[in-house]
């Protein structure tokens, strides 16, 4: 048995995955057609068609209910984590269906990173055991590696000073801003290509705003970031390309300065210059 | 107005006041005439020493042996079973099916326990020809599973659903990720589970019909044996005033022991909002 492989604990090639190394697997794009996506009965998502370009920054923006959230959930496969809720149409991660039989619904997350609207650490694990919560939960014991790929990721969203003294504090210590970017260290633990964020900064106060979003700018070079956004400075700011989706429908996407400033639609308009929404 | 008001407010809490004295008034007295008539028994005989024949005051301890092995052996049934139950009812069960074997759960809980003697009466008992230790352990057993059931669902019920989302999100399989949600609310479940123990150890009727009881110290799986609650129920309603002073000492003894329990429960459950925060 080769030694590589030892940490893997269900045999699922997650630790063949991760003998790829930091920063060894660059983002990957995503193609979404003709997505429909329902709670029940309820359809929550018409038809998106939709390309991600890798290591890019893509904005998700509308108004609330408007299926952005879903959007990003069917991404990662944790919509179908909600009793009754479907999905038809296709995901393309690398030009494999997510959806496919080729891969099931956790290799997709260990692939796909995902960071929430409130900062979720677990509050029973310490700080560093938080950053590499995926790899221990999925098997991996080696120590030092371990302690290793937390220093890493730590030191990736700017936390380390911040935490070196105290790795073995709960990470529910932390201040809100900390962790966030204690959560967004643990999706970058696992080695993701896609890091899907969902409203990360709504819960936040400016300056922690204004890290995680100089952050944001920083993790495309290594991955594929696609952020939900309440806010329309931010996806300004932040987004390479940006989305506009109204109920349930993706009315327009493109370069976010072309979004801002020279909409084609005028629903799109409509919404970025306040008036509705 | 205000006096009125101020009244209204001195009368109530003025009633609630008599409602609790008039609670506390036999619970008092049933401690006190316990710890009075049952203390003198109390002895290193009772403890050491078998039951003696009437008027040769002796000892109790094959009783306090029984009850310990009964507890003991039902514990090892009651409690993964019901914690596997609870865990399945919380984190698998949202389909038909759990939520009837919730329903039933609960309907058990306020089963009266001398049904669960029955059963155990008819399924054991009666094909093996007698009373055994491992009747009134099958009878101890089953009463508890609902009980630890329940307890353990509510208590992961408790768990915030982030956690569950923040470890699927990182491709941790479906039983990991339970596991991590029953470490969350390991107090709780412990919780149940003690106070699940300490609720079977005074059973009385489910015993009477499947250990029998017995004067002599533990000699066999598949024979009758001796308990503190069927001593109380033997001896308390015999002539002789030996037996009687016992009866006291073995109903101090169960007092003592489900005080210990509820004791530890109670430091179990403050270091948990302790940390809880």
């Known amino acids: ?277 | 107005m205000t006096s009125r008001r101020a009244l209204k407010d001195r009368i109530l809490i003025g009633l609630t006041f008599v409602c609790v004295v008039i609670a506390i008034v036999p619970l008092a007295t049933i401690l006190y005439y316990v710890t009075v008539r049952g203390l003198p028994a109390i002895s290193l005989e009772f403890f050491t020493k078998v039951t003696p024949p009437p008027s040769v005051a002796e000892g109790m301890g094959n009783a306090v042996q029984g009850t310990l092995l009964l507890v003991g052996l039902a514990t090892c049934i009651g409690i993964p079973f019901g914690v596997l139950s609870g865990v399945y009812i919380s984190e698998y069960g949202k389909n038909l099916f759990g939520r009837t074997v919730r329903f039933f759960g609960d309907v058990l809980v306020g089963n009266p326990s001398i049904v669960f003697g029955l059963l155990v009466a008819i399924v054991i008992v009666s094909p093996t020809h007698g009373y055994s230790v491992v009747a009134g352990s099958v009878a101890l057993g089953t009463l508890m599973i609902p009980i630890v059931t329940v307890a353990t669902a509510e208590a992961l019920k408790m768990v915030p659903n982030s956690i569950r989302e923040a470890s699927t999100a990182l491709g941790v399989r479906k039983w990991r990720t339970s596991l991590l949600v029953v470490s969350n609310a390991k107090s709780g479940v412990a919780t149940g589970a003690l106070l699940a123990t300490a609720r079977i150890m005074g059973e009385t009727a489910p015993l009477l019909l499947t250990a029998g009881s017995s004067t002599l110290w533990y000699n066999g799986l598949w024979r009758p044996v001796a308990s503190l609650p069927s001593y109380i129920y033997l001896f308390g309603i015999s002539p002789f005033p030996d037996w009687i002073t016992l009866a006291w000492g073995a109903a101090f003894i169960l007092i003592v022991i489900v005080m210990g329990i509820n004791i530890t429960v109670r430091m179990l459950t403050r270091r948990r909002s302790d940390a809880g925060g």
């Open chain 1, 1 to 277: 048995m080769p030694v590589g492989s030892r940490d893997s604990g269900d045999g699922s090639g997650f630790a063949a995955l991760n003998e790829l190394g930091p920063g060894a697997s660059p983002g990957a794009g995503i193609e979404i057609k003709r997505l429909c996506a329902f709670y029940g009965r309820k359809q929550a998502l018409y038809d998106i068609d939709l390309r991600i370009p890798p290591n890019q920054v893509t904005a998700m923006i509308g108004p609330s209910g408007c299926g952005k959230s879903t959007l990003i959930r069917c991404i990662n496969r944790m919509h179908e984590m909600i009793p009754d809720a479907s999905v038809s149409g296709q995901i393309l991660l690398h030009g494999v269906d997510v959806y496919g039989g080729s891969m099931d619904a956790t290799d997709v997350r260990r692939r796909i990173g995902m960071v929430f609207q409130k900062p979720n650490p677990f509050p029973n694990m310490s700080i560093s055991d938080n950053v590499v919560a995926g790899l221990k939960l999925n098997g991996v014991r080696d120590k030092g590696r371990l302690h290793q790929r937390a220093k890493e990721c730590l030191e990736k969203v700017y936390l380390w000073d911040e935490v070196k003294d105290e790795l073995k504090r709960s990470g529910a210590s932390l201040s809100g801003g900390q962790q966030q970017r204690l959560c967004i260290a643990r999706a970058l633990a696992i080695e993701p290509e896609v890091i899907l964020m969902d409203e990360p900064c709504s819960a936040l106060d400016p300056t922690a705003t204004a890290k995680i979003e100089e952050l944001i700018a920083e993790l495309k070079t290594q991955y594929t970031v696609v952020i939900v956004t309440h806010n329309m400075q931010q996806a300004s700011r932040v987004a390479d390309h940006t989305a506009f989706m109204y109920l349930g429908k993706l009315i327009e996407y493109g370069e976010t300065a072309m979004i801002f400033e020279r909409p084609r639609e005028e629903l799109t308009e409509r919404y970025i210059t306040g008036k509705f929404g």
